[in-house]
């Protein structure tokens, strides 16, 4: 999308299976901004921008290339925006873009859980079709810990009142988040959320440390020990493990991850858990990434 005319203001992040989507900012950074574990909007002052200035862009934009099918709207927390504020700008997506066939966003629980069930379904029959909602974690005492400002009932709620709308979810969870000592809960009662709301989508990311693993661990308002690579399959195996999930598209295939995994939970399930296995027990013929590998 480089020959249309946007200055963006960065950093700018978007979901990997967004990579040909046109990317529009509907807000400046992150409202919560305070997770433990997150650094993407740390250099930004949270900021809604003008439903007007949106709509002058996307007018820019269309009289340049008006066949565009995907959009992402962006950064963090666009739908931290009233309901009629997102319509505006749906209704404007639509009459300037006709072959427009996705349009989705990042999205908290809590986001998702204030607003109605009708809202939501108003948003979707405007438009929007799917929303990237990371929980990082179902377990209560971790969420606290990392400063998620969400809990196992709000996440549940926020992600179940997407699909009664007919949103269509993709669901990311942290592995390795709460290190030795809570990872055992923290893939249970993930699991568990994912359990109840059955997402279309389910992803893992590693925990990563962009400012070196003691800053996270300032950060981290608990004991946190680090996990090897072995301990973190380990994990992901005791989440698989616990999913009882009837259609859900599992990815573990982000840059983070050190063991690829794909495939629909429940039907690859047991194909899943043999990979994991297999690269838990030959970890020296295991196909992992090596240039995310920690000390075995």
Not at 122 to 129: E, I, N, P, T
Not at 207 to 235: A, V, W
Request: hydrophobic fraction near 35%.
């Amino acid at each position: 999308m480089n020959y249309l005319p946007i200055n963006y203001d960065t950093p700018l992040f978007r979901p990997p299976s967004e990579a040909y989507s046109l990317i529009l900012q509907l807000t400046l950074g992150c409202s919560w901004n305070r997770c433990s574990f997150c650094e993407m909007y740390s250099t930004k002052k949270f900021k809604v921008r003008n439903p007007n200035d949106i709509i002058d862009e996307i007018n820019q934009i269309a009289s340049i290339d008006s066949s565009i099918q995907k959009i992402f709207l962006a950064d963090g927390d666009a739908m931290v925006l009233s309901t009629p504020k997102l319509i505006k700008i749906l209704d404007s997506i639509n009459s300037n873009f006709p072959r427009i066939r996705r349009i989705s966003a990042y999205a908290k629980p809590k986001d998702l859980s204030t607003k109605t069930i009708n809202e939501l379904k108003q948003l979707k029959d405007s438009g929007l079709s799917m929303v990237y909602v990371g929980i990082e974690s179902g377990d209560n005492e971790l969420l606290k810990l990392v400063n998620k400002g969400e809990t196992f009932d709000s996440t549940v709620k926020g992600l179940l009142n997407a699909k009664n709308a007919g949103i269509k979810s993709s669901v990311m969870v942290l592995n390795g988040l709460g290190g030795q000592v809570y990872s055992e809960q923290h893939a249970i009662n993930s699991a568990k959320v994912i359990n109840i709301t059955q997402p279309e989508f389910a992803s893992t990311l590693v925990l990563s440390f962009p400012f070196g693993e003691n800053h996270y661990k300032d950060r981290f308002n608990g004991e946190y020990k680090p996990m090897n690579t072995i301990e973190l399959i380990k994990e992901l195996k005791i989440f698989i493990e616990t999913t009882e999930l009837n259609s859900t598209v599992f990815r573990s295939d982000h840059a983070s991850n050190y063991l690829v995994l794909k495939g629909i939970l429940s039907k690859d399930k047991n194909k899943i858990l043999n990979n994991i296995d297999f690269a838990i027990n030959n970890i020296d013929k295991a196909n992992l990434r090596e240039e995310w590998q920690r000390g075995l």
